[in-house]
């Protein structure tokens, strides 16, 4: 078939703009069956073509091993060596090179390569570029009527945020299916921990604690003849309004893992944090370490450390304490109820795979799947202790959320585009 939402499907939505709400969802829900027969072919379109994003195709295309009806169909980057690279790869890649079908006029280069993916005829895109363009693509990419996948965080400040949860009321009227990167959902051992948790093996939750500490990681040395924005967004993951910083940008696992073992998300954070290792301007402006006090409703508090200078110690975990016992996720899943520990032994298979399996599975069944609320939800919790440290003052959920700060250049071309200079905790203000 063409596009999910096919021409019919547009045709519809162009002469009906005067329909609203839940009767276009109604009408919409009659075309998403076109994939739940089978036979159809999911077209993917993937939209940032670097490690994570060849890395989730590859995932995607062992998901549906045995779904010949998979293809990937285009690509899109704002660079062409990396869509050559990723192509060249892919198409020799065994567990890729039987569903590659993207040819030459369906590679997009630019800062509009998303709008063209998502005009290609695709059904379905994986969005994997850096996290401050993701509010933008996925407003476009529910707009056209496409299922996603979309890699975490899913935006770096509030008026993205407000953008994405827009955007996730929309896809859910139009039933569409939105799986995130945040690959934890989907990973077995996880999933049994957090229904023995709210089975309330714990007792009542009373608190937690987590962590994403480790070392550096790359940076690229910047060349003569990139222009600002050209050195920010090869550098993305040292710029805030590219990255959101480490704690949005990596962190957001482990804090997406607190909201859903507390079953929401927090009400204030109060944290500090700074840049202490990583003071080279080749390292753009952010910080190198956080530790931030979430407050959640009923005075729960989660203690969440994120690092990244070299020669520290390590740990990605994430631990819920209640009134009868406690869980880890250090190496592993453990319990420790009235003083007796075990180990959760659960088979699991690789999550970044799993992820996969379920979003074909909800678009085949008919029955979308959507966390893309939920994911909006954990990338502000990221935001606002991102917030809280940068100014040193307590941020509430509503300031992050309807925050003013918009941090996305007013032109997306190749030029000039000053650094903002580091937070100073004090003296930088809350916007
Ligand atoms: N779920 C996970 O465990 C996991 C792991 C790694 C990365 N990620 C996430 O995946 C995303 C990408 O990370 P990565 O490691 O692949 O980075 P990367 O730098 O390897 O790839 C990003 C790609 O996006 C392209 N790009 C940049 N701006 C673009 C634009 N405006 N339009 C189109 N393409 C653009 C870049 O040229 C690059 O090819 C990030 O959000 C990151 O947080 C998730």
Redesign the pocket.
């Known amino acids: 078939m063409t596009d999910p939402v096919g021409a019919n499907r547009r045709e519809f939505i162009k002469s009906s703009s005067a329909v609203v709400g839940s009767a276009v969802a109604a009408q919409l829900g009659l075309f998403s069956t076109a994939h739940a027969a089978g036979s159809d072919t999911i077209k993917v379109g993937l939209?940032?073509?670097?490690?994570?994003?060849t890395?989730a195709v590859e995932n995607l295309c062992e998901a549906a091993k045995d779904d010949s009806n998979v293809k990937i169909y285009a690509l899109?980057?704002?660079?062409s060596d990396?869509i050559e690279n990723a192509r060249q790869s892919l198409k020799i890649n065994e567990k890729v090179a039987s569903k590659f079908d993207v040819t030459e006029d369906r590679c997009f280069a630019g800062?509009d390569?998303?709008q063209k993916v998502l005009d290609s005829g695709v059904d379905l895109v994986v969005l994997?570029?850096?996290?401050g363009?993701?509010p933008q693509m996925l407003e476009a990419a529910v707009k056209a009527n496409k299922h996603i996948f979309t890699?975490?965080?899913v935006g770096v400040d509030g008026p993205g945020i407000r953008k994405v949860l827009a955007a996730a009321e929309e896809a859910k009227a139009k039933k569409l299916s939105i799986v995130a990167?945040?690959?934890r959902r989907h990973q077995a051992g996880y999933l049994e921990s957090m229904r023995r948790i709210h089975d309330g093996v714990l007792g009542e939750v009373t608190g937690g604690r987590c962590y994403w500490n480790q070392g550096a990681l790359w940076m690229k040395p910047r060349e003569s003849r990139w222009s600002d924005m050209e050195w920010q967004?090869?550098n993305?993951l040292y710029f805030t309004w590219l990255s959101g910083d480490h704690i949005c940008?990596?962190h957001v696992?482990n804090l997406d893992v607190m909201n859903w073992a507390i079953g929401t998300h927090p009400v204030k954070a109060y944290g500090m944090g700074g840049r202490q290792v990583r003071t080279s301007p080749a390292y753009g402006h952010i910080f190198d370490h956080f530790a931030i006090d979430y407050e959640y409703p009923n005075d729960v508090h989660v203690a969440s450390y994120s690092r990244q200078i070299e020669g520290t110690d390590g740990d990605v975990s994430e631990a819920v304490l209640g009134t009868n016992g406690s869980w880890h996720s250090k190496n592993g899943y453990h319990f420790t109820l009235s003083g007796h520990k075990s180990r959760l032994r659960v088979e699991e298979i690789n999550p970044?795979v799993q992820e996969h399996i379920d979003l074909i599975k909800s678009i085949r069944t008919g029955k979308p799947l959507n966390e893309l609320k939920t994911v909006a939800e954990s990338t502000l919790t990221a935001i606002m202790g991102r917030m809280s440290a940068y100014t040193g003052k307590v941020v509430t959920w509503e300031e992050a959320l309807n925050s003013k700060q918009n941090l996305f250049p007013e032109k997306l071309e190749f030029g000039s585009l000053p650094v903002p200079p580091v937070a100073v905790p004090g003296q930088t203000e809350l916007i």
């Open positions: 939209v940032g073509c670097g490690g994570r994003g890395g899109g980057d704002l660079f990396h800062f390569a998303f994997a570029t850096p996290p363009f993701r890699e975490k965080p990167g945040t690959q967004v090869r993305w940008e990596q696992h970044y």
